[in-house]
């Protein structure tokens, strides 16, 4: 107990110790750090990484921002200021200890999956409860993306930077095999056969769910696999979890199955850039090598009829409830998320998402012609068109540890020969206790 005592405290301090100011009194200036910020109605801490392109980027923002808010006339006082600290986007503890120490930021960028537990958990504000952002807000926002952060009537973050899975295939080894991208479950088997008889020296296709175990990615592919066989994870109350019907999500891994067993994919580990066939996320254009020679599409359609749905990767900004100025870090998170720079006419969420190779979960700034050129093989194109496809992990604040219950139920299945209903009944019996304890 002592132990754990002191370990709180040793890291409550440290937080103290590590935020760096970014005042800017011109937009382009690039100021180094400063002494920890006094807070007051008059300070928004913001959660952020140290890249040097985004404090640019984030400073413009603030300068924009307090021109048009603070002074006569505006809502702000002219003594507004703006600081950023390093935060950890993947996950809740640091900023559970920060709370807890005093020191938390006012407004965080998180990844969605964590946003809904911390709001249930009384640690980042309902922004519709408060502001009634859905109204004012999601009418430019994916429905996709703006469900990512509602949890029944309750939002809790703006949508910011979003990602993706296109499907995609090596044009050489296409043509080499005499056939095309595929676009449904029958065309995979088929063109993946004749790809295979080629005896390249590669594997044909790759799931990550097989190869990748970081992140519970298992499950996060399971799950779009899942959706295009017209099933969900959760039922529409999210109350119980279905993934284990005998007509999605065993089925499901059963195809996976059968393209193992026709030696279209391996238990090994390798990239999607290793394959004749892969599925590709946005990450993938911070390798130019990884997408040359590379025809995307969206993800085939794994039964007649069926929607190409894949997953929605979504960060968004969330204003946590010990702010002392709750209002200045919403409505900047608002202008940051949705407004454009005043000098180059670019929306602020266009330039990061462009420097990160993300996808902006604000509609307006997907039209620029970066991503709706043929650029890239086309994959911005393709990209922006499937996020128009995609679904996003059930909005459950026990959906992490759900999450990682089915990554083991998928690895159990493709690697170790578990049968795939005894796996997933398994985990959703597991499922089901979590949403149960959290609806008492």
């Excluded at 295939?169 to 065309?187: F, M, N, Q, R, Y």
């Excluded at 994870?233 to 005998?246: G, H, K, P, R, S």
């Excluded at 219950?405 to 209903?421: H, N």
């Amino acid at each position: 107990m002592k132990k754990s005592l002191l370990f709180f405290l040793v890291i409550a301090i440290a937080m103290t110790s590590v935020f760096v100011g970014c005042t800017h009194k011109d937009p382009k200036a690039t100021e180094g750090p400063t002494a920890t910020p006094q807070r007051d109605e008059n300070t928004c801490v913001v959660w952020w990484d140290n890249d040097a392109k985004d404090q640019e980027l984030i400073a413009d923002a603030w300068y924009d921002f307090k021109a048009a808010n603070s002074g006569e006339g505006g809502k702000y006082s002219d003594k507004i200021t703006m600081f950023t600290t390093p935060g950890d986007a993947g996950g809740t503890t640091t900023l559970e200890l920060q709370i807890a120490g005093g020191t938390a930021p006012d407004l965080i960028r998180m990844d969605h999956v964590y946003v809904t537990a911390l709001g249930q958990e009384g640690n980042v504000l309902d922004l519709n409860a408060k502001y009634g952002a859905t109204e004012t807000l999601s009418k430019d926002f994916s429905e996709s993306a703006w469900g990512a952060v509602t949890y029944k009537d309750a939002v809790y973050g703006i949508p910011f930077d979003a990602n993706t899975i296109v499907f995609g295939a090596k044009t050489a080894d296409l043509e080499a095999a005499g056939v095309s991208l595929p676009t449904t479950w029958e065309e995979l088997i088929d063109y993946g056969g004749k790809i295979k008889a080629l005896n390249l020296d590669h594997n044909v296709y790759t799931i990550p769910s097989v190869s990748d175990t970081r992140y519970n990615w298992p499950a996060f592919f399971f799950m779009f696999w899942v959706w295009r066989l017209g099933g969900d994870v959760l039922n529409e109350d999210m109350t119980e979890a279905i993934f284990n019907d005998t007509e999605t999500g065993v089925k499901a891994l059963q195809m996976m199955l059968q393209l193992k067993s026709s030696g279209l994919i391996s238990s090994e580990a390798y990239e999607e850039t290793q394959t004749s066939m892969g599925d590709y996320g946005t990450w993938h254009l911070n390798n130019a090598d990884a997408i040359d020679g590379v025809e995307f599409g969206l993800l085939p359609a794994l039964m007649e009829g069926g929607e190409r749905y894949s997953g929605l990767g979504l960060y968004a900004l969330s204003v946590v409830t010990t702010s002392q100025n709750p209002d200045l870090a919403y409505d900047f998170a608002v202008h940051f998320a949705t407004q454009k720079n005043s000098l180059t006419d670019e929306y602020y969420l266009y330039r990061y998402c462009k420097n990160h190779s993300f996808i902006p979960s604000y509609l307006p700034a997907t039209e620029d012609d970066y991503y709706a050129a043929d650029n890239s093989s086309a994959f911005w194109k393709v990209a922006v068109e499937q996020m128009g496809k995609t679904k996003y992990r059930p909005a459950v604040p026990c959906w992490p540890q759900i999450e990682e219950e089915l990554s083991k139920a998928v690895l159990s299945v493709l690697r170790d020969g578990v049968d795939p209903t005894e796996a997933l009944n398994s985990a959703a019996k597991s499922a089901n206790e979590m949403l149960k304890e959290y609806a008492n």
